[in-house]
């Protein structure tokens, strides 16, 4: 259920079935109402019969479908019939829709959402997208009437919503609006405090002065002592106004939710911008967020809008339900999702009383970024943490209106509405007096250290893709960019580089080092961030979330190395390429085919895998040429070792990235789908014909008394959420350089890596994940269905025990297996921590339980006194923790011929993104079990080949006690 389907269906039921639902009961059906991340059934709190309808048993679903064209109600017995995301899955929806209208009433509405575009989502299929004319055709199919129907503009669904009915009646009840403002009582003092040096209406009454708007707009009107300030053309919107003062001529009251004004103004001010508004609207961040692309398709390069309410001054004003009279509700958030969404839009946060207010300029009316991403943006959002963070509370980054800063700000802000300032010297004055007025400047989040010699074509795109405008979700108050030359013929300057970024300090290394290591001690002793970043090599483009990514990641452990692996630029590694007349104009030119200012992973498109990462994204590269560490640990290890002399530093970068994995306290983090791209840049290592590696090698034994070796430590994978890593990693797939984590893993001189082909196991893990038995969710693969047929009747079964229940179709067709083999009862034990199974079988013993701490859940007596042979069946969490847990737990209780099968370890193979969180966990966990008990148990190598090496979802997973 996406956002905008929601908001979709709240419009239809307030607009023509709230007022009727007030005075009668009504019966709803909702037709594929499974309860799949929400449900239509939250619109409606009283006075219904609510029937949710699917194909399937699902939350949410009250009545099952025997056939999917088949309504089994009788006519004209449906109030409602509500269809959301449904109907582009039927194959003949026009046969669903002609069920519809036959069971709703004759005076009941039909409310159709479907999508007119977006991606293939198939649940089991995905036929269709709709246009208009499509239910204009479905109401003359089935003699019916469309009394409404519009076309969503928020992506990526587009939804098309239409309203039906039999009569044609397209009359609106009328309808008593209930008051939008609960009164609050009993409020607590404690949760009542307000912050902010100066009120908020001052800082208005200043920017009206200054700006001089022709046309002003102001969403939230209530008593309206903000929109008495404009003395221009003003429009005030508000469901509720309550006016306490006398507004001029020139001031208009639209009484009116702003998304229904904005539906019907299709110009607001006679095709004049808006030059100013003020939103304070609903204090829910959906609806700032939809004012705000709402007025900015009005807005002129030049105009600017301020939100109230970004900053609460206790978690208790920052709840989505009001509990106190001083309440924000979460617009907060609405500030980082700008901030992450919008890094083109200059955004200033005032430290004003009550609850602060942001300025933002920069408008662009014809972006559609917020338009097209809504529905994951909200998606997003609500899985924000609800309290708000402490750099909110604490008004961290807030801008201070006291004092000679603000004025210039303001004087700033004036001369880019009159004209007199051209776009981007007044983003970057808005930007440098932002950051210079801030009421408090905290310890930076991160620095980022830039080495670089001769680099005048190549640090220029280095800086762009590390400036707050091209990384996402950080701006340039949270880090500065350090860029430490190391004599070349002609320096970087500021005033260049600061055209890119205003968080930008060059520093000139003197030294005479050929090495960049002094260069890079220089920058990362002068560094003033909490986490510093380390581009040894100034020729390395970033990916777009790689900054903020390091910071979040850093900031929940303070251990952390954070490493990249690296890919080069052009079709083949730079030291081939190089051979074949790859050079700085054939580099230029494979730029250009790709947009890489708007869109940073397109580089993707235009890369390889670097010598040092040619093993892929799921192995540790042998150096990472952009990583990241806590100050506190940089000091604990060490910095760069300056013994290392050589030209470009021979192994000085592979040294330090070496001993930060070995570090005894570091916990090795690399990302996922973030990286550097390497340009060419006629470089001593990369990009010569003879790289001298012979003697870096000998330089790197006689600082360290032992050749190189890479690390080879254990690590964690982080999946970078702004990257698409899914695209990113097909592309790695069909440059043939990519391989996956359980590559490298074996076990008694057998690898875990099975024959199934990569290419086909996304489509036979989707047919595994839409499996059922006996109408319940089975997710079993058709290889190991087979299999364990053969192991039933090898062993001769008597008593299964299953570790991971989920919805138990599983259990329940080992016990009907077990029940056609032998003439009595079987046992069948299943475990989960949380069980969402429905199934009730009297051979089925069901328990709640961790696998972590089984002996809190399964009796040892009981175990004793099964019935033998048992098979014991680790399905649980798949990670290796619980799995090797398992394994330990079962070793004393098992006996000789007993198996046990480590379920699943085909997730190292499964090429989608969200696998990667498994860490291999269930092959690691036999690896380690078998490394202590392989005289105990027999590897099941027949079993785990019946179909061809390991073609099994358990590789090497069946183990037989001996």
Same mark, same amino acid.
């Given at each position: 259920?996406?956002?905008?389907?929601?908001?979709?269906?709240?419009?239809?039921?307030?607009?023509?079935?709230?007022?009727?639902?007030?005075?009668?009961?009504?019966?709803?059906?909702?037709?594929?109402?499974?309860? %799949?991340?929400?449900?239509?059934?939250?619109?409606?709190?009283?006075?219904?019969?609510?029937?949710?309808?699917?194909?399937?048993?699902?939350?949410?679903?009250?009545?099952?479908?025997?056939?999917?064209?088949?309504?089994?109600?009788?006519?004209?017995?449906?109030?409602?019939?509500?269809?959301?995301?449904?109907?582009?899955?039927?194959?003949?929806?026009?046969?669903?829709?002609?069920?519809?209208?036959?069971?709703?009433?004759?005076?009941?509405?039909?409310?159709?959402? =479907?999508?007119?575009?977006?991606?293939?989502?198939?649940?089991?299929?995905?036929?269709?997208?709709?246009?208009?004319?499509?239910?204009?055709?479905?109401?003359?199919?089935?003699?019916?009437?469309?009394?409404?129907?519009?076309?969503?503009?928020?992506?990526?669904?587009?939804?098309?919503?239409?309203?039906?009915?039999?009569?044609?009646?397209?009359?609106?009840?009328?309808?008593?609006?209930?008051?939008?403002?609960?009164?609050?009582?009993?409020?607590?003092?404690?949760?009542?405090?307000?912050?902010?040096?100066?009120?908020?209406?001052?800082?208005?009454?200043?920017?009206?002065?200054?700006?001089?708007?022709?046309?002003?707009?102001?969403?939230?009107?209530?008593?309206?002592?903000?929109? %008495?300030?404009?003395?221009?053309? =003003?429009?005030?919107?508000?469901?509720?106004?309550?006016?306490?003062?006398?507004?001029?001529?020139?001031?208009?009251?639209?009484?009116?939710?702003?998304?229904?004004?904005?539906?019907?103004?299709?110009?607001?001010?006679?095709?004049?911008?808006?030059?100013?508004?003020?939103?304070?609207?609903?204090?829910?961040?959906?609806?700032?967020?939809?004012?705000?692309?709402?007025?900015?398709?009005?807005?002129?390069?030049?105009?600017?809008?301020?939100?109230?309410?970004?900053?609460?001054?206790?978690?208790?004003?920052?709840?989505?339900?009001?509990?106190?009279?001083?309440?924000?509700?979460? !617009?907060?958030?609405?500030?980082?999702?700008?901030?992450?969404?919008?890094?083109? +839009?200059?955004?200033?946060?005032?430290?004003?009383?009550?609850?602060?207010?942001?300025?933002?300029?920069?408008?662009?009316?014809?972006?559609?970024?917020?338009?097209?991403?809504?529905?994951?943006?909200?998606?997003?959002?609500?899985?924000? *943490?609800?309290?708000?963070?402490?750099?909110?509370?604490?008004?961290?980054? *807030?801008?201070?209106?006291?004092?000679?800063?603000?004025?210039?700000?303001?004087?700033?802000?004036? $001369?880019?509405?009159?004209?007199?300032?051209?776009?981007?010297?007044?983003?970057?004055?808005?930007?440098?007096?932002?950051? *210079?007025?801030?009421?408090?400047?905290?310890?930076?989040?991160?620095?980022? %250290?830039?080495?670089?010699?001769?680099?005048?074509?190549?640090?220029?795109?280095?800086?762009?893709?590390?400036?707050?405008?091209?990384?996402?979700?950080?701006?340039?108050?949270?880090?500065?960019?350090?860029?430490?030359?190391?004599?070349?013929?002609?320096?970087?300057?500021?005033?260049?580089?600061?055209?890119?970024?205003?968080?930008?300090?060059?520093?000139?290394?003197?030294?005479?080092?050929?090495?960049?290591?002094?260069?890079?001690?220089?920058?990362?002793?002068?560094?003033?961030?909490?986490?510093?970043?380390?581009?040894? /090599?100034?020729?390395?483009?970033?990916?777009?979330?790689?900054?903020?990514?390091?910071?979040?990641?850093?900031?929940?452990?303070?251990?952390?190395?954070?490493?990249?692996?690296?890919?080069?630029?052009?079709?083949?590694?730079?030291?081939?390429?190089?051979?074949?007349?790859?050079?700085? =104009?054939?580099?230029? *030119?494979?730029?250009?085919?790709?947009?890489?200012?708007?869109?940073?992973?397109?580089?993707?498109?235009?890369?390889?895998?670097?010598?040092?990462?040619?093993?892929?994204?799921?192995?540790?590269?042998?150096?990472?040429?952009?990583?990241?560490?806590?100050?506190? +640990?940089?000091?604990?290890?060490?910095?760069?070792?300056?013994?290392?002399?050589?030209?470009?530093?021979?192994?000085?970068?592979?040294?330090?990235?070496?001993?930060?994995?070995?570090?005894?306290?570091?916990?090795?983090?690399?990302? +996922?789908?973030?990286?550097?791209?390497?340009?060419?840049?006629?470089?001593?290592?990369?990009?010569?014909?003879?790289?001298?590696?012979?003697?870096?090698?000998?330089?790197?034994?006689?600082?360290?008394?032992?050749?190189?070796?890479?690390?080879?430590?254990?690590?964690?994978?982080?999946?970078?959420?702004?990257? /698409?890593?899914?695209?990113?990693?097909?592309?790695?797939?069909?440059?043939?350089?990519?391989?996956?984590?359980?590559?490298?893993?074996?076990?008694?001189?057998?690898?875990?890596?099975?024959?199934?082909?990569?290419?086909?196991?996304?489509?036979?893990?989707?047919?595994?994940?839409?499996?059922?038995?006996?109408? !319940?969710?089975?997710?079993?693969?058709?290889?190991?269905?087979?299999?364990?047929?053969?192991?039933?009747?090898?062993?001769?079964? $008597?008593? %299964?025990?299953?570790?991971?229940?989920?919805?138990?179709?599983?259990?329940?067709?080992?016990?009907?297996?077990?029940?056609?083999?032998?003439?009595?009862?079987?046992?069948?034990?299943?475990?989960?921590?949380?069980?969402?199974?429905?199934?009730?079988?009297?051979?089925?013993?069901? +328990?709640?339980?961790?696998?972590?701490?089984? /002996?809190?859940?399964?009796?040892?007596?009981?175990?004793?006194?099964?019935?033998?042979?048992?098979?014991?069946?680790?399905?649980?969490?798949?990670?290796?923790?619980?799995?090797?847990?398992?394994?330990?737990?079962?070793?004393?209780?098992?006996?000789?011929?007993?198996?046990?099968?480590?379920?699943?370890?085909? !997730?190292?193979?499964?090429?989608?993104?969200?696998?990667?969180?498994?860490?291999?966990?269930?092959?690691?966990?036999?690896?380690?079990?078998?490394?202590?008990?392989?005289?105990?148990?027999?590897?099941?190598?027949?079993?785990?080949?019946?179909?061809?090496?390991?073609?099994?979802?358990?590789?090497?997973?069946?183990?037989?006690?001996?």
């Amino acid at each position: 259920m996406h956002a905008s389907s929601m908001e979709n269906m709240r419009k239809c039921y307030q607009k023509y079935v709230e007022a009727k639902i007030l005075k009668q009961k009504m019966k709803i059906l909702d037709l594929g109402g499974a309860n %799949v991340n929400g449900t239509y059934s939250e619109l409606f709190s009283y006075n219904v019969e609510y029937i949710g309808a699917d194909l399937e048993p699902h939350p949410g679903v009250s009545l099952v479908l025997d056939e999917p064209n088949k309504i089994p109600l009788p006519d004209n017995s449906i109030d409602l019939v509500l269809s959301g995301q449904m109907l582009e899955h039927c194959a003949n929806f026009w046969l669903v829709f002609s069920e519809m209208v036959r069971v709703v009433k004759e005076d009941g509405y039909i409310f159709l959402i =479907a999508p007119s575009k977006g991606p293939i989502h198939r649940y089991p299929v995905d036929c269709y997208r709709f246009y208009p004319d499509a239910y204009e055709a479905l109401a003359s199919y089935t003699k019916c009437h469309l009394i409404e129907c519009w076309r969503d503009q928020r992506g990526p669904w587009y939804d098309l919503v239409g309203v039906f009915n039999k009569t044609g009646d397209t009359s609106v009840p009328e309808k008593i609006e209930p008051p939008l403002l609960v009164p609050i009582s009993n409020t607590n003092s404690a949760k009542e405090i307000v912050k902010g040096e100066t009120p908020y209406i001052d800082v208005l009454t200043r920017l009206h002065r200054r700006l001089e708007p022709k046309n002003y707009l102001e969403i939230g009107v209530r008593h309206g002592k903000s929109i %008495v300030l404009a003395n221009c053309h =003003a429009i005030g919107v508000d469901p509720q106004p309550e006016l306490k003062v006398q507004l001029p001529s020139s001031t208009s009251i639209v009484t009116s939710t702003s998304d229904l004004f904005f539906e019907k103004k299709k110009e607001i001010f006679h095709k004049e911008p808006v030059d100013f508004a003020f939103i304070d609207g609903m204090h829910l961040f959906e609806y700032v967020l939809r004012d705000f692309m709402n007025i900015e398709r009005f807005c002129g390069p030049q105009s600017v809008v301020v939100i109230d309410d970004i900053y609460p001054n206790t978690p208790a004003q920052a709840t989505r339900n009001r509990e106190t009279q001083v309440w924000t509700g979460d !617009v907060w958030k609405f500030y980082r999702c700008l901030k992450e969404y919008r890094p083109d +839009l200059c955004l200033v946060p005032i430290d004003t009383s009550p609850t602060g207010l942001l300025i933002i300029t920069g408008m662009q009316p014809d972006n559609r970024i917020l338009w097209k991403q809504y529905n994951s943006i909200v998606s997003c959002v609500d899985g924000m *943490a609800e309290v708000p963070p402490k750099e909110i509370l604490n008004r961290t980054n *807030a801008i201070s209106a006291v004092g000679i800063w603000f004025k210039k700000y303001l004087n700033t802000l004036s $001369r880019r509405r009159k004209g007199n300032l051209p776009l981007k010297p007044a983003r970057q004055q808005l930007s440098e007096l932002a950051y *210079a007025t801030a009421r408090t400047q905290p310890k930076l989040k991160l620095s980022v %250290v830039v080495v670089s010699f001769n680099m005048n074509r190549e640090l220029p795109r280095t800086i762009r893709t590390l400036a707050e405008s091209y990384q996402k979700g950080i701006n340039a108050f949270e880090y500065e960019i350090i860029i430490v030359d190391n004599g070349s013929k002609k320096r970087p300057t500021a005033e260049f580089y600061r055209r890119f970024a205003s968080n930008i300090t060059i520093l000139n290394c003197t030294s005479g080092s050929v090495s960049p290591a002094q260069a890079m001690n220089m920058g990362i002793r002068k560094a003033k961030g909490e986490i510093i970043g380390a581009f040894i /090599d100034g020729a390395r483009m970033a990916s777009p979330g790689l900054l903020r990514t390091a910071i979040d990641v850093i900031q929940q452990n303070a251990n952390a190395v954070v490493g990249t692996i690296a890919f080069h630029l052009g079709h083949s590694v730079q030291m081939e390429s190089v051979h074949e007349g790859y050079n700085r =104009a054939t580099e230029n *030119a494979l730029l250009e085919t790709v947009p890489w200012k708007k869109d940073g992973y397109a580089l993707y498109d235009i890369s390889v895998f670097a010598g040092s990462s040619r093993h892929g994204w799921f192995q540790l590269p042998n150096e990472s040429n952009a990583f990241f560490m806590h100050q506190n +640990l940089w000091k604990q290890i060490g910095y760069f070792e300056e013994a290392f002399q050589s030209k470009g530093g021979g192994l000085v970068n592979l040294d330090m990235w070496r001993r930060a994995c070995t570090f005894k306290d570091s916990d090795i983090i690399m990302l +996922l789908g973030e990286t550097t791209f390497h340009q060419f840049h006629g470089g001593i290592a990369t990009n010569s014909s003879k790289p001298p590696m012979q003697q870096f090698m000998n330089e790197y034994k006689k600082i360290r008394s032992k050749p190189f070796t890479p690390p080879d430590e254990p690590y964690t994978l982080r999946i970078s959420k702004y990257a /698409d890593f899914d695209k990113i990693l097909s592309v790695s797939v069909e440059k043939r350089q990519h391989t996956l984590p359980g590559d490298s893993l074996s076990v008694q001189h057998r690898k875990f890596r099975s024959s199934l082909p990569s290419t086909h196991l996304n489509d036979i893990q989707n047919g595994v994940m839409k499996s059922v038995y006996r109408d !319940v969710p089975f997710f079993k693969s058709p290889f190991d269905i087979a299999i364990y047929l053969q192991l039933l009747a090898k062993q001769k079964t $008597r008593s %299964v025990i299953e570790i991971g229940t989920k919805h138990g179709g599983s259990a329940l067709w080992f016990a009907d297996m077990l029940s056609a083999m032998h003439k009595e009862r079987p046992t069948v034990i299943s475990v989960d921590i949380d069980p969402i199974s429905r199934v009730r079988d009297d051979r089925i013993t069901f +328990l709640r339980g961790d696998a972590a701490k089984l /002996d809190d859940v399964l009796d040892d007596t009981v175990i004793e006194q099964l019935p033998r042979p048992l098979l014991v069946i680790e399905d649980s969490s798949h990670f290796y923790e619980h799995t090797l847990a398992t394994l330990k737990y079962f070793h004393p209780r098992l006996k000789s011929g007993d198996y046990i099968v480590v379920e699943d370890g085909i !997730v190292s193979q499964l090429p989608h993104p969200q696998y990667r969180q498994y860490q291999d966990g269930p092959n690691r966990a036999v690896i380690d079990f078998l490394e202590k008990h392989s005289d105990a148990y027999t590897l099941d190598t027949a079993l785990c080949d019946f179909f061809g090496h390991n073609v099994t979802y358990n590789p090497n997973g069946f183990l037989q006690k001996k």
